[in-house]
């Protein structure tokens, strides 16, 4: 079935640097969203975007956090700088439509701040 | 505010047996319910949603979900497991005008042994 990719499966860096994690959603989705899981919490919404633009952020979504998927390309995260909370699997998902439609799940990436 | 809670971290069951993992909601609204699946190391997988009409949904690989609004329930249900249906499992809500965000339960982990 269709699936979406995330690159990369697991990132290292140090507080205080930029990290950009990206997606690569199924190719006709409109809907793109992040997720962030904590290790031993439940995931959590970040944000979801749509024909350019945020629609919802949540309280998780700090200052810090910026999406945007140029030209039709990786949808992507970046988090300038970054914190030690910030360590944790962040979900990429994608859906055709909006309301009450399934969204297909990447396989996360591992983002541990030092 | 929404919430899902899934009340079992862990389940145990014989193959053959019949299994029937919990999840209860908190919406003020009429929700839309979904359950998806996570095989080890892999990413998380549809199984089936509520939206309305039918109390009882069926998904795939035969997975069925119950809609009990009288207690708030959306339990997932198969008879028999099978081995192959170890996995961890998450509920989710949607809640309407709510940009299509999801918010998941915890996960139950289940183990059927053969």
Redesign the interface.
Known sequence: GP??LQIPSHQIIDMGQMVTLNCDPVSNHL?F?W?KQILG?????LV?FYNGKV??K?KLFKDQFSVERPDGSYFTLKIQPTALEDSAVY?CAS?LM???????????TRLTVL | AQSVDQPDAHVTLSEGASLELRCSYSYSAAPYLFWYVQYPGQSLQFLLKYITGDTVVKGTKGFEAEFRKSNSSFNLKKSPAHWSDSAKYFCALEGGGSNYKLTFGKGTLLTVTP
Request: glycine share 14%; net charge negative.
């Open positions: 699936k979406v809907y969203y997720y919490q439940q995931m959590e919404f979801n629609m919802e949540s979900f859906s909006g309301g009450y439609a399934e969204q297909f799940f990447g396989p996360g």
